[in-house]
């Protein structure tokens, strides 16, 4: 018999699994086969540029994840797992979008987050390929990038080496952990629903590293996206955010995003078009995390929506604590899967 069972096979119930092992359980984690939000994800790392008015609460538990990180892409091995520590760029085309920028901008400095206000030219001494049409932005130097489709085979690469074991048909457990995204919905009646992102791939010519390196949080005539750049040559462009289910590519979806990232980045109007596909984010009604003990036997860690690849370290530590000790950390008080009852 193992002592637990994680259904679910992408970055959070890997890295629970992980740490579960480490503290000498024996658990299996049920991959259905299926690849997960973190597919379609980009990556970013940003409790600053991704703190939104009215989620306090959230963004201090993105803070302290993020903190985690650089621990945690060490254990994974950094470079393997594509983690960059350049700081994030707030950019904004017009005066209205500079407007919203600051306005924004202004809240997270009021809770204490580090970004500072840039001025177009000091914008274009960071990242001179963006646009002479740029109004002005922001800096935000605690947030970081990593490539989930690196971290995937990493976490997958340390589970299986604390003894983890990654099975179709799991064994009986003592205990189940549910993290199975947007599929936690149908296995637990939680209030978790798919949140549909498309998202693209460019690569620079000759596969060169593209000609800026931060992350950027762009705000182009009302439409908001980010590039992430890869020193492998590619860019992702993000992200629409769709209350559907499909996950048809649509030629709207894909110019809006296109349109927007040219308006900022000029040159990746020479750039290959790479990939063009939909994801779906789990997200619930607050738009934060469930994770806690859901009913006897039964813990989840889902509905992490924006936030899955930011939440994994803290996540997989908070649960395997609870896993351990049976009582939740006053961290996760917000996140009580319970809530909404
Ligand atoms: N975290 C970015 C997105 O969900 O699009």
Known sequence: ?????????????????????????????????????????????????????????????????????????????????????????????????????????????????PITSLRPAELRDREPLLSPRVRGGAYAPGDHQVNPRRLIPALRRAATAAGVTIVREPRPARLTVVAAGTGSAALTGLPVRPVKGQILRLRAPGHQPPGFSHVIRGYADGRHIYLVPRLDGEVVVGATVEERADAHVT?????????????????????????????????????????????????????????????????????????????????????????FA
């Open 1 to 113: 018999m193992n002592d637990l069972v994680v259904v679910g096979a992408g970055p959070i119930g890997l890295a629970i699994a992980w740490r579960c092992a480490a503290r000498g359980m024996a658990v299996e984690v049920v991959d259905d086969g299926q690849r997960g939000a973190w597919h379609a994800s980009a990556g970013m790392l940003g409790p600053v540029a991704e703190a939104y008015f009215g989620e306090a609460a959230l963004t201090a538990f993105l803070v302290e994840s993020v903190r985690r990180w650089p621990a945690f892409a060490a254990e994974l091995g950094a470079e393997e797992i594509g983690y960059r520590a350049e700081g994030t760029l707030v950019v904004a085309l017009t005066g209205d979008d500079l407007a919203e920028a600051e306005r924004l901008r202004t809240y997270q400095a009021g809770l204490g987050l």
């Open 251 to 339: 030629a709207g979806g894909v110019v809006e995003l296109l349109r927007a990232a040219a308006d900022l980045v000029p040159e990746i109007n020479e750039y290959e078009l790479a990939e063009a596909i939909a994801g779906h984010r789990p997200g619930t009604p607050d738009n934060a995390p469930l994770i806690g003990r859901l009913s006897e036997g039964v813990i989840v860690a889902t509905g992490h929506y924006r936030h899955g690849i930011v939440l994994t370290p803290l996540t997989a530590d908070l649960v395997a604590d609870l896993v351990e000790m049976g009582v939740p950390d006053p961290m996760l008080g917000p996140f009580a899967p319970g809530r």
